[in-house]
């Protein structure tokens, strides 16, 4: 318990970095009428911190690596902490939009470096550790997304802004006190080497199951007008689905890799998430496509997420198998990060425009399910353990075999 103690106050920075940047979603008009500024201006607030994973992924991963893993989570908790106190502050769109980069940031120095901390603190237990730590992330964003509203009709907008100041706040004091005692024996380590061709493996992965999960929560209330819903339905509805999949996608990325790192099966938890995520997508997607079922839509949701984020959270983990010491780790879930962040800023913008009337969804449709059969394909290549562990348990065999004979 000594271990995962340790990993409570960076697991608690995660999640009120997830609930600050989802509780916008729902308070989007909200937003738009109080700042004055169209729709697209204020979706740039909630897109803000994908794209800084993609400019500031790296640095993250390079800090962790050069500076060890507590000097970029001191930094997320400072500046996640300064971002949302301007937020709240912030008299009109243009502070708004700066503070709330700013609060951004903290989304790339927390997250990208992951591997520096499961393979730092609970090495043993990697998978735990990165599945953990995204389902906390994804658990705030749900939470964002179902609380905001209720918050908002509580305590108003300024009032949700400063819950979020208040749990920033809390989550940095527990950083300042709670990390102390996180590893510095891989300080300055070189970086050299952290990149091998077979990651592109796992960031084809990565991106395909993040573009689509985002895709299809921003696209659910337009194709439900296409099956004659009325706005209002469509538009409450479409909040609930997207709600669903986070929770689905915590949950899944919390469950799902521990349990097979328990009894060691990593190569059947890759092959079995990335197969039921396959099929969860064609739920999804021809139940959006083709049916008014919101149950059958809801489930889908549900359960891509649940599988998804858990194949997405093994395949992030099975990055560190290429690299050695926890330095490299953390750059290699930066660079996970990154490029999963990539397919999220522009496979959405190109694919979803099929999704926008009844004639062309079925390219949609087509485009989305041969993405992720390529990624379940992956999904038995992907790399399960280190060369020096395969060496390890090679000795330990001739071993036992020599005391036999």
């Known amino acids: 318990m000594g271990k995962i103690t340790q990993l409570l106050p960076y697991w608690f920075l995660l999640f009120t ?12 008009p909200a937003l738009g009428k109080v700042l004055g500024v169209s729709l ?10 994908g794209y800084t994973m993609v400019v500031l992924g790296l640095l993250a991963g390079w800090i962790s690596a050069k ?49 520096s901390v499961s393979e730092s603190i609970f090495k043993e237990r990697a998978h735990t550790v990165i599945g953990v730590s ?15 509203p209720g918050l908002f009709g509580a305590i108003g907008l300024s009032g949700t802004l400063w819950f979020t100041v208040a ?20 300080k300055g380590k070189s970086l050299k080497g952290s990149f091998k061709p077979g ?4 960031w084809y992965v990565g991106l395909s199951i993040s573009a689509i999960s985002v895709m299809f929560g921003g696209i659910a209330s337009t194709v439900l007008l296409l099956h004659k819903l009325s706005v209002a339905s469509a538009l409450e509805y479409g909040g609930l689905l997207g709600g669903l999949a986070f929770l689905g996608s915590a949950l899944g990325a919390i469950i799902l890799p521990p349990i097979f790192e328990q009894y060691k099966q990593f190569r059947l938890g890759l092959v079995s998430t990335g197969v039921l995520m396959f099929f969860m997508t064609a739920l999804m997607a021809l139940g959006l496509a083709y049916s008014a079922n919101i149950l059958l839509i809801a489930a889908g949701f549900f359960l891509f997420g649940f599988f998804g984020n858990a194949y997405w959270s093994m395949a992030m983990t099975s990055t560190t198998n290429y690299v050695s010491d926890p330095a490299q780790a953390g ?29 062309m969804i079925a390219i949609g449709v087509t485009a989305v399910l041969a993405l992720e059969f390529v990624a379940m394909l992956l999904s038995v290549t992907l790399k399960t353990s280190r060369p020096q562990e395969k060496a390890e348990k090679a000795a330990s065999r001739k071993k036992a075999a020599k005391k036999k004979g």
């Open 199 to 202: 990651m592109i493996k796992n």
């Open 67 to 115: 500076f060890t893993v507590k000097s970029a989570l001191y930094s997320a908790a400072i500046i996640s902490v300064i971002g949302l106190i301007g937020r709240a502050l912030s008299p009109n769109y243009a502070a708004f939009l700066i503070t709330g980069i700013i609060a951004a940031i903290a989304y790339p120095l927390a997250m990208a470096p992951v591997g």
């Open 134 to 148: 995204v389902g906390l992330l994804f658990l705030g964003m749900a939470f964002g997304a179902f609380f905001g």
């Open 40 to 49: 697209s201006s204020i979706l740039l607030l909630v897109s803000a911190y």
């Open 167 to 186: 749990l920033g706040i809390i989550a940095a004091l527990w950083i300042g006190f709670g990390i102390k005692g996180y590893p510095t024996f891989y």
């Open 17 to 28: 970095i997830g609930f600050g940047w989802f509780v916008l979603a729902p308070l989007v």
């Open 331 to 359: 750059f290699a879930t930066s660079m996970y990060s990154v490029f999963t962040n990539l397919g999220v800023a522009f496979i959405p913008v190109f694919l979803g425009t099929y999704f926008g009337s009844l004639s």
